[in-house]
């Protein structure tokens, strides 16, 4: 399975480099999102949405994302797969999006200036229900198109 994290965001590497040292029972590979290694190998891919939220895929073109990103990534892992099997029943998985929601919310925090932040000032609003959405600064209800949802976001 290949997993695509942002090379750019402390925790995404973080994470990574603690992944890499996990006995594996499928091989993990990891690439940079939205690298050119990662464009040639999935040419069919979003490679911007990768970079918003971790994207894994299978061996079989499978695409998971989210929080189905971190239990697949868990699954391979020899001693996370019985977490892995839990965090897949409705309940485990409110608590993956939860968990992943956190780490979002954590990354965009302490993302370092001209980072990946949602910010108000750039137009950037949260409403729990759907999500992050953005209008562009200057721009009245009539004067541009409807605020389009954050990458990532339900």
């Known amino acids: 399975m290949t997993v695509l994290y942002d090379a750019d965001c402390p925790l995404c590497t973080h994470v990574r480099d ?14 940079p999102a939205g690298s050119p290694a990662a464009r040639t190998r999935f040419p069919g891919l979003d490679h911007g949405s990768t970079l918003e939220e971790i994207t894994v895929v299978g061996d079989a073109g499978q695409v998971y994302r989210g929080a189905a990103a971190w239990i697949v990534t ?11 099997h839990r965090l897949s029943t409705p309940a485990g998985m409110r608590f993956a999006k939860g968990a992943v929601l956190a ?9 370092s200036e001209g980072g990946r932040a949602y910010r108000p000032a750039d137009g950037w609003t949260y409403d729990p229900r759907d999500g992050r959405h953005h209008t562009p600064p200057g721009c009245g209800s009539d004067a541009c198109a409807a605020p389009r949802a954050a990458p990532g976001g339900r």
């Open 18 to 31: 603690r992944l890499t040292k996990r006995p594996q029972l499928v091989p993990l590979e990891f690439i």
């Open 74 to 84: 868990l699954w391979a892992l020899r001693d996370h797969r019985r977490l892995a």
């Open 103 to 111: 780490a979002a919310k954590w990354r965009g925090a302490t993302a």
